[in-house]
T-cell receptor
C-alpha cells in the first residue's frame, strides 16, 4: 500500500525566505505526483503535476522536483510571501490502482509572516 | 480545467440523522471521488463514484453508511447516514479525466460537518 509522508508538519518563516517542503512515498510505481494548496475553508488547488517520466515542473515562484527511484519530491518556494500561507499537500497516483485515485500526505502547514 | 461546486459548505447535525452532500462539475468527467479529512489528518478516500454502476468503496467504508449516487457524468451525491460525532469531518469531492499521467485533479471546496 502506498504511504506518503511530508516533512516538516509545520513551518513558520519570515517573508522573503526561500523554502523547501519535502514529500516521500513508498511505492515508486506512480503515474504522477501532484502538489496541492489548501486554504482554510476552501478546497484543494492543484499547484503542480509532475509526470512519472519528468524530473521537475515550474510555475512562477514554485518549483517541484521528482526522484521516482528514491521515492522523493520537493517543493521549492522562492521569495515567500504572506499570501503563500496555507497547507501544502503532496499526493501520488499509483499505477495499478483506480485511475485518478490519489494517496495523500498529511501536509505541511506554512506560515509566512511579514 | 474543471470547476466543482459542492454544497452545503458546512452543516451542524444531530446524532442519528443523515446529510446528503452534492457535487456538481461544470464539465463531463470520467472519475469522481469522495474523500474525508479528519482534523489534523490526511485525506482518506471513501469511494470512487462510478457513472451508471455501484460506487467502489475503500476498506473501512460501507455503502449502508455512505451511500453514493452518480446519475450522470457531471453530478454525484454522498450521504452520511445515521451520523455520530465521529463523523465530524470535512468531506471533499474531486473529479478527474482518468488519463493517468496527465491527471490533474480538481476539488470542491468541501463540506465541513459537525455532529452533536
Amino acid at each position: 500500500k502506498q504511504e506518503v509522508t511530508q516533512i516538516p508538519a509545520a513551518l513558520s518563516v519570515p517573508e522573503g525566505e526561500n523554502l523547501v517542503l519535502n514529500c516521500s512515498f513508498t511505492d515508486s510505481a506512480i503515474y504522477n505526483l501532484q502538489w496541492f494548496r489548501q486554504d482554510p475553508g476552501k478546497g484543494l488547488t492543484s499547484l503542480l503535476l509532475i509526470q512519472s517520466s519528468q524530473r521537475e515542473q515550474t510555475s512562477g515562484r514554485l518549483n517541484a522536483s521528482l526522484d521516482k527511484s528514491s521515492g522523493r519530491s520537493t517543493l521549492y518556494i522562492a521569495a515567500s510571501q504572506p499570501g503563500d500561507s496555507a497547507t501544502y499537500l503532496c499526493a501520488v497516483e499509483n499505477r495499478g490502482s483506480t485511475l485518478g485515485r490519489l494517496y495523500f500526505g498529511r501536509g505541511t502547514q506554512l506560515t509566512v509572516w511579514p | 480545467s474543471a470547476v466543482i461546486s459542492q454544497k452545503p459548505s458546512r452543516d451542524i447535525c444531530q446524532r442519528g440523522t443523515s446529510l446528503t452532500i452534492q457535487c456538481q462539475v461544470d464539465s463531463q468527467v470520467t472519475m469522481m471521488f469522495w474523500y474525508r479529512q479528519q482534523p489534523g489528518q490526511s485525506l482518506t478516500l471513501i469511494a470512487t463514484a462510478n457513472q451508471g454502476s455501484e460506487a467502489t468503496y475503500e476498506s473501512g467504508f460501507v455503502i449502508d453508511k455512505f451511500p453514493i449516487s452518480r446519475p450522470n457524468l457531471t453530478f454525484s451525491t454522498l450521504t452520511v447516514s445515521n451520523m455520530s460525532p465521529e463523523d465530524s469531518s470535512i468531506y471533499l469531492c474531486s473529479a478527474t479525466s482518468g488519463r493517468g499521467v496527465l491527471d490533474i485533479q480538481y476539488f470542491g471546496a468541501g463540506t465541513r460537518l459537525s455532529v452533536l
